[in-house]
């Protein structure tokens, strides 16, 4: 064993003795049961006094590397590393739940994750996410846009954009909010890298574990998920034919003074339901008398069949009481993940702070292609293009869910967005529909994902018309039928046993 030791160091000489004989223990040059030389012996060979290897053993028995006993000496007693991967250890499997913590425990296992990855499954007719049709998507439009703009400005491009975004961007939004009556100022932009990340960043910079959110019920399953994992206790208004209940909600506001109110007021995902102008303006009233901001989440709100639009709730909001949440992914593309957040500078600015420690910054390829593509028009016509055609879609499925002659889902026909919300028959077992179901091919989302409390969306499914093709949407809805059917009559249930048709919202 060699030690040496600095006599004019500032590390005191004990501490220089302990810590190469700590580092010989964990080498392997002293491997267990190891006799370190009596403290008399080490302190004549190192010129040093007894007491100050006594401390160095000390220390050492300290860490629990060395054991002493009257008359045996001083011996290692742990087994280095070294000497470990000499011989084969049995690994007991890491039981990685323990870890996890409680607030990821509760969530749904139904998660946007398990449908985003049946849809790479072949030969599955997905009626489960919200996509786009790849078949519409601009692709002409986008290629020579990103020809040019490589060669204008393709340096700039590569380089990292401001945390906010790409300020002409900014610009753009600002002025396509000004179309919907939205008053906003690019430094009230922000670019999100979709708008499930301002979902994300409001539960971060408004919720503290115990505090309560404000949601529809139904409402989207990410908006609950995000809630819930930043420990917020979820509560649920229910929905009729105009939207949120505002008498409901003013008990609920008075009882648990919530951090925010949670809202998608134009073609709700996953209902459909618009919020009238008369409840939106109930909404504000009630959000400035008990001080409560409101989230608005408007993904849906260009993609209009029918009707006539109806101002956001951004638009009509006088006192920037609104935080206002929108993205490219359903009129355009998702793959891109690009969306933004209208808001006041107070909150921009803490938006800011937690996404330079998130994502530092959306795609910046995407920013300055997406600022083009609204800067030459291609917005205007691209939107008209996708009503048209999943109007069809939409009119396809409404028109195959009723070729069943006993109607065994119920359901309203929205007036724009993704979805058709389902009422099964009473009584039907979710889990064994969906198992039916997708056994035949057919998947979709389970209405139980978008109530806070699960067991109350046991009874809805949500279909998604736009992402395949007319002839799926007639096959897939035909046999998710035939499943329906079949769930039934193993369940003992007869159509005449199905409860009488309701707003499937209630």
Not at 68 to 75: A, I, N, P, Y
Not at 455 to 482: A, H, M, Q, W
Not at 491 to 502: G, L, N, R, V
Request: net charge positive.
């Amino acid at each position: 064993m060699r030690i040496s030791i600095e006599k004019n160091s500032t590390i005191p000489i004990y501490i220089q003795i302990k810590n190469q004989i700590r580092e010989m223990i964990y080498k392997g040059v002293m491997t267990k049961d190891f006799l370190l030389p009596p403290e008399r012996k080490l302190a004549k060979t190192l010129g040093v006094s007894r007491s100050t290897v006594v401390k160095a053993y000390e220390e050492l028995k300290a860490l629990g590397l060395v054991e002493s006993h009257m008359g045996k000496g001083t011996r290692v007693i742990i087994q280095s590393c070294s000497e470990g991967s000499k011989k084969e250890r049995k690994v007991i499997p890491l039981s990685w739940y323990q870890f996890f913590g409680s607030n990821i425990a509760i969530l749904n296992e139904h998660t946007i994750m398990d449908i985003m990855n049946a849809l790479g499954c072949r030969n599955v007719i997905s009626f489960a996410a919200g996509i786009a049709d790849p078949e519409l998507y601009p692709v002409d439009n986008i290629t020579k846009i990103q020809d040019k703009l490589w060669k204008m400005s393709g340096k700039d491009m590569l380089i990292h954009s401001p945390i906010e975004g790409y300020y002409p961007f900014r610009e753009s939004i600002s002025e396509l909010l000004r179309a919907k009556d939205i008053m906003v100022a690019p430094k009230e932009v922000m670019i999100l890298s979709g708008s499930q990340q301002g979902i994300d960043f409001s539960a971060r910079a408004f919720i503290s574990p115990g505090d309560v959110v404000i949601v529809e019920e139904p409402t989207f399953m990410g908006a609950i998920q995000l809630f819930k994992l930043s420990g917020a206790k979820v509560v649920g208004v229910p929905m009729d034919e105009e939207g949120m209940q505002l008498d409901i909600l003013e008990i609920l506001l008075n009882k648990y003074k919530p951090k925010f109110i949670y809202t998608l007021p134009t073609f709700q995902n996953p209902s459909g339901t618009v919020m009238s102008l008369k409840r939106r303006y109930g909404l504000l009233e009630l959000s400035y008398k008990y001080q409560v901001p409101i989230i608005e989440d408007d993904p849906y709100g260009e993609i209009r069949y029918e009707g006539v639009p109806i101002p956001t709730l951004k638009a009509l909001d006088k006192h920037n009481y609104v935080i206002y949440l929108s993205t490219f992914s359903k009129a355009m593309f998702s793959g891109m993940r690009i969306g933004w957040v209208a808001a006041s500078t107070q909150v921009i600015k803490k938006f800011s702070m937690i996404k330079q420690m998130t994502d530092l910054h959306a795609n910046a390829p995407a920013q300055y292609l997406l600022d083009s593509f609204l800067r030459e028009g291609f917005y205007e016509s691209h939107i008209k293009l996708i009503c048209k055609n999943y109007s069809k879609k939409r009119d396809v499925m409404i028109k195959a869910l009723k070729k069943d002659e006993n109607q065994c889902i119920k359901f309203n026909i929205p007036e724009g967005g993704y979805y058709i919300w389902g009422k099964l028959p009473k009584g039907i077992s979710q889990r064994e529909l969906f198992e039916k179901a997708s056994s035949k091919g057919v998947i979709y989302a389970p209405g139980n994902v978008f109530y806070p409390e699960e067991n109350d969306g046991e009874g809805y499914i949500r279909l998604n018309f736009t992402f395949e093709s007319i002839k799926n949407i007639n096959e897939g809805i035909s046999k998710l039928v035939e499943a329906v059917k079949e769930t039934i009559e193993k369940s003992a249930y007869s159509f005449e046993d199905a409860e009488c048709f309701k707003m499937p919202i209630v």
